[in-house]
């Protein structure tokens, strides 16, 4: 057996394992062998029988836990076996809360270990109250749209009118009171009471430097739907082909991959604490991060096979399954690598660390090499555009010629770039061709 979740070697005792028996206990149990080697070898210990009265003691004496310790023989080698159940209740050590994660024990601290001792009392963040929040903040147009989305799943609720009946049928009501869920979901300006809420989108040419940026705001159902089709519209490139006769046009990565990849984060991302989702749109990747990292007891390797969900807001899971946004818990990141292996990407990466979780989607080679190109003409074209604003401050009664000579354009080039400065407002023509100027309506 190798180590694992579950299971820990230690050639020799020191009372500073006795946070690996905390760790376990605050998880899902686990074995700790005393006098093997990290490879498995049986290494033996000699003070076995003093250790076999010493350990149980210590573990109940300091953290109150229970353990089951085994003298065990190989050859003529003596080794320990502790195993150590789950506890449904915090335990610590020394004031000190440990907690088992893969083949690493952590120590809980700031919002880890709030949320984790909210966890163990059978609470969420999502599940408190917020008193402030009154009847009159919420949205009722976001409720009607869910009562539309949900008819195939809680058809009984096409009839009810009264917003907090829906609301209390939904676990979202508790003395009287609005949940912290019920302010995501269906607020007027869930920001305002919850900053962290929203999204932001970075268009990164370097890991330092950022070229454009957008924030969004509003209800989770918003945040879902804005953020894409942002990323549609201004971050991401539809490149067009055809099949025959038809028309396709396909985003640089699988819209459906992307959805699953946002409903994730908004679903698992820790609500506690003042950070955002953030999107970063590189040439070769983009990037979805969310604060909050894997349950301890799900792995990454987990994440590409069939896993149980556990989301770190079923409350907010739910509403999204009602709704329909979410298909089955636990087969998101399943949809998310197959709409990539589907559409000839790399496998997308998963990365859960520093209490952070990222989904990586990565471009092909070729693809990466025309985005590197699309941005290159992108960039010129925006030099271009500012030559000729400048230029048109400078002398609102600059020429046709006057352009073409100071930005190396053709005349027909200058109109078109003039025509989209028009079309966007951003210019405005005063007076005839002849003896009239340009007019910039925005720096």
Not at 329 to 358: M, V, Y
Request: glycine fraction near 6%.
């Amino acid at each position: 057996m190798t180590e694992n979740q579950n299971i820990e070697y230690k050639q020799s005792w020191h009372d500073d394992y006795l946070k690996w028996i905390c760790g376990f206990a605050n998880a899902s149990g686990g074995v700790l062998f005393i006098g093997i080697k990290d490879d498995g070898s049986i290494a033996g210990i000699e003070n076995f029988l003093q250790l076999s009265e010493e350990i149980p003691n210590k573990s109940k004496n300091l953290m109150g836990v229970t353990i089951t310790l085994t003298i065990k023989m190989n050859g003529e080698k003596h080794f320990i076996e502790i195993r150590v159940p789950s506890y449904s209740i915090p335990i610590s050590l020394r004031g000190r809360y440990y907690i088992r994660s893969g083949c690493t024990n952590l120590e809980l601290s700031g919002n880890s270990l709030n949320e984790f001792l909210l966890k163990k009392y059978g609470k969420s963040w999502e599940d408190e109250t917020e008193p402030s929040f009154i009847e009159k903040d919420l949205d009722i147009s976001a409720i009607d749209e869910f009562k539309n989305l949900s008819l195939d799943r809680i058809p009984s609720i096409k009839n009810e009118l009264d917003p907090n009946t829906i609301l209390t049928k939904l676990n979202l009501i508790k003395d009287s009171h609005f949940k912290r869920a019920a302010i995501l979901l269906f607020g007027k300006d869930p920001q305002k009471f919850f900053l962290q809420s929203q999204v932001k989108i970075g268009r990164f040419t370097s890991e330092t430097d950022i070229l454009t940026s957008d924030v969004v705001s509003g209800n989770l159902f918003m945040l879902v739907n804005q953020t894409l089709s942002i990323l549609r519209t201004k971050y991401l490139l539809s490149p067009i082909t055809f099949e025959g006769i038809h028309r396709r046009e396909k985003l640089e990565y699988p819209y459906i991959a992307l959805r699953e990849g946002l409903l994730n984060a908004i679903v698992h991302r820790t609500y506690s604490t003042t950070s955002t989702i953030q999107i970063r749109v590189y040439d070769d990747k983009l990037v979805i991060i969310n604060e909050g990292a894997l349950p301890h007891e799900i792995t990454i390797d987990d994440l590409k096979t069939d896993h149980l969900s556990k989301p770190r807001n079923p409350l907010i899971a739910d509403i999204f399954y009602k709704a329909g946004y979410i298909e089955s818990w636990g087969r998101g990141t399943l949809k998310i690598i197959q709409e990539c292996e589907d559409a000839k990407l790399p496998e997308p990466e998963f990365i859960s660390n520093n209490n952070h979780f990222s989904v990586i989607f990565k471009k092909s080679l070729k693809q990466t090499v025309e985005t590197t190109v699309e941005t290159t003409v992108e960039k010129t074209v925006e030099k271009t555009v500012e030559k000729i604003i400048e230029a048109i401050i400078i002398n609102p009664g600059i020429t046709m010629r006057e352009l073409t000579i100071i930005t190396g354009l053709s005349r027909r080039g200058i109109e078109y770039q003039i025509s989209r400065l028009k079309i966007k407002g951003l210019l405005t023509r005063i007076g005839p061709a002849k003896g009239g100027h340009w007019e910039v309506t925005e720096k």
